[in-house]
């Protein structure tokens, strides 16, 4: 079982940056696949980033790659993304989740956890 908890949401100027964070609970944290994943008003939930289990190989979505930067601390059960360059396109919802899968895991059904979310709005 994985618990995971959300934070670092807000509201940031375009152009501005953001360190979304994702703490997680449970023994085999460091098994997972860990992903992001977001949700803009109207729209249909969808990926943003992963990292594997070790922290060594991340995949982004082709709208945040160069802008985003994923990672995560074993040691703290945590995982980060970092937004910088924000546009107002990337509003929405973001939710951290876990996949016992391994590779490019894009699919929601894939992730057998997720968390509550965290609010990021961006004003031009």
């Known amino acids: 079982q994985v618990q995971l908890v959300e934070s670092g949401g807000g509201l940031v100027q375009a152009g501005g940056s953001l360190r979304l964070s994702c703490a997680a609970s449970?023994?085999?944290?460091?098994?997972?696949?860990m992903g992001w994943f977001r949700q803009a008003p109207g729209k249909e939930r969808e990926f943003v980033a992963l990292?594997?289990?070790?922290?060594?190989?991340?995949y982004y979505a082709a709208s945040v790659k160069g802008r985003f930067t994923i990672s995560r601390d074993i040691a703290k059960n945590t995982v980060y993304l970092q937004m910088n360059s924000l546009k107002s396109e990337d509003a929405a919802v973001y939710y951290c989740?876990?996949?016992?899968?391994?590779?490019?895991?894009?699919?929601?059904?894939?992730?057998?956890?997720w968390g509550q979310g965290t609010q990021v709005a961006v004003s031009s």
């Open positions: 990292v594997d289990w070790s922290g060594g190989s991340t």
């Open positions: 449970g023994r085999t944290f460091s098994s997972y696949t």
């Open positions: 989740a876990a996949s016992r899968q391994i590779g490019h895991v894009i699919a929601e059904y894939t992730y057998a956890y």
